[in-house]
């Protein structure tokens, strides 16, 4: 059974820096894109960052140049670096995964406060 566990939120200051963690357990047959998507309270759920098989990234312009979403080089781990960090990025964190059909897997989020 594959499990997605987000790990690393927390209270922080603005102009403060957290980094999350995603470990994936189970087998994903060839996972082709690796997301990081938030939902702020009362509001849709955003995508964050994309991390493209073969290396290439998207990000949301609220966020370039300021997180990073990277992977380890065994593909387990998936991680996103937020630097200089914002009230309005206060949010629940998810990460997300899909494999070469299409099909989606998800991590119970994890919750980043940011305080003024």
């Known amino acids: 059974q594959v499990q997605l566990v987000e790990s690393g939120g927390g209270l922080v200051q603005a102009g403060g820096s957290l980094r999350l963690s995603c470990a994936v357990s189970g087998n994903i047959p060839m996972i082709n894109v690796r997301n990081w998507y938030r939902q702020a309270s009362g509001k849709q759920r955003e995508l964050v960052a994309t991390?493209?098989?073969?290396?290439?990234?998207n990000y949301a312009d609220s966020v370039k140049g300021r997180f990073t979403i990277s992977r380890d080089n065994a593909g387990n781990t998936m991680y996103l670096q937020m630097n200089n960090l914002k009230p309005e990025d206060t949010a629940i964190y998810y990460c997300?995964?899909?494999?070469?059909?299409?099909?989606?897997?998800w991590g119970q989020g994890t919750q980043v406060t940011v305080s003024s």
């Open positions: 997300n995964l899909k494999d070469w059909v299409g099909k989606a897997y």
């Open positions: 991390l493209i098989r073969g290396g290439s990234t």
